[in-house]
T-cell receptor, first 108, second 119 residues
Framework: SYVLTQPPSVSVAPGQTARITCGGDNFGSKSVHWYQQRPGQAPGVVVYDDSDRPSGIPERFSGSNSGNTATLTISRVEAGDEADYYC???????????FGGGTKLTVV | QVQLVQSGAEVKKPGASLKVSCKASGYTFTNYAMHWVRQAPGQRLEWMGWIHGGNGNTKYSQRFQDRVTISRDTSASTAYMELRGLRSGDTAIYYCARKMRSYWYFDYWGQGTLITVSS
């Protein structure tokens, strides 16, 4: 079955750039979406369709998808960005939604 | 504004069933699909299935398809998720989430319902 692989954790200093990856086979044919989940809260989308941002999401959040890897990039990281981040795709072959394992972003 | 309000936390015994509700407001319920996602303590998000608010068509994750039923009441703009044969591993927060119409992502989420399975 299709699997999405994320690093369990990423650490970054305030003001630096965080990059969170999501790996999967033949990713180029799929749209990847990214969610931020703060402790005790429901997830919220920060990037959709590989690189688009919903209204209200800062430009510091950007996404890309190439080959077998999608990347969420957070520029000028702030303490408030500390959260779990999940990638998500729709697996059309099985009509199933898949989530990555999640990456805990720590701002040190 | 769009809101998804879920029913409250429950404690269930092993073998029992649960039914969580998700009341939608602020949009036309029949124009969107509603999905259910769960998250066990400290674990990843796990997709369970979805229902189309208009025609009622459903699709379930293979992992749950023998135990889950998703339904809706259009007159109440409410979706329901029933899970049978509960076991301790079903202890989780259960979320409903609205799927964006043109894309396969979720633009609004309920607040989550904590279900604890314990004898």
């Amino acid at each position: 079955s299709y699997v999405l692989t994320q690093p369990p954790s990423v650490s970054v200093a305030p003001g630096q750039t965080a990059r969170i990856t999501c790996g999967g086979d033949n990713f180029g044919s799929k749209s990847v979406h990214w969610y931020q989940q703060r402790p005790g809260q429901a997830p919220g989308v920060v990037v959709y369709d590989d690189s688009d941002r919903p209204s209200g999401i800062p430009e510091r959040f950007s996404g890309s998808n190439s080959g077998n890897t999608a990347t969420l990039t957070i520029s000028r990281v702030e303490a408030g960005d500390e959260a779990d981040y999940y990638c998500q795709v729709w697996d059309s072959s099985r009509d199933h939604v898949l989530f990555g394992g999640g990456t805990k972003l720590t701002v040190v | 504004q769009v809101q998804l309000v879920q029913s409250g936390a429950e404690v269930k015994k092993p073998g029992a069933s649960l039914k969580v509700s998700c009341k939608a407001s602020g949009y036309t319920f029949t124009n969107y699909a509603m999905h259910w996602v769960r998250q066990a303590p400290g674990q990843r998000l796990e997709w369970m299935g979805w229902i189309h608010g208009g025609n009622g068509n459903t699709k379930y994750s293979q992992r749950f398809q023998d135990r889950v039923t998703i339904s809706r009441d259009t007159s109440a703009s409410t979706a329901y998720m029933e899970l049978r044969g509960l076991r301790s591993g079903d202890t989780a927060i259960y979320y409903c989430a609205r799927k964006m119409r043109s894309y396969w992502y979720f633009d609004y989420w309920g607040q989550g319902t904590l279900i604890t399975v314990s004898s």
